[in-house]
């Protein structure tokens, strides 16, 4: 029997790592090596599991996406809930660790969702 795949687990990681360094750096400024360095793993590690830095900010970009996206109400009706309380649920049942990107702001993901003017113009002053 082989080992369990470890894929999910270390994309995961690579994409927490690369919103880190989108906080800090701005689209523009991430590059492979920035999120190995972030992710505490080997650039090739990057390559491996997500492809090159275009492949990456497309993952990275899709599951901001995913992870935003208003929720279908017809998924109310499959779960037997109202539409209000599963939009309630949507809006309010998760846990999200503000702590991770203190002193950064939103919109330093703004290019990735719209094409906006460049991230690290949002970020705070270094040597605050």
Known sequence: ????S????????????TGRSIARNGVNG???EKVAAESGMSRSHI?????????????????????YAPPSLADAEV???????????????????LDEY???SPLSVEPLLVG????????????A
Do not use: K, W
Not at 1 to 4: I, K, Y
Not at 6 to 17: D, F, G, K, P, Y
Not at 47 to 67: C, E, K, S
Not at 118 to 126: E, G, M, T, V
């Open 1 to 4: 029997m082989g080992r369990p």
């Open 6 to 17: 470890l894929a999910e687990e270390r994309i995961a990681t690579i994409l927490a790592a």
């Open 30 to 32: 991430t590059t492979l």
């Open 47 to 67: 390559r491996h599991y997500v492809g090159n830095r275009a492949d990456l900010i497309a993952l990275f970009r899709t599951r901001i996406l995913q992870r």
């Open 79 to 97: 779960t037997g809930i109202s539409a209000t309380e599963y939009a309630l649920n949507f809006l309010f049942d998760h846990e999200v660790d």
């Open 102 to 104: 203190a002193g950064y």
């Open 116 to 127: 906006g003017p460049a991230a690290s113009a949002c970020l705070p002053d270094a040597g």
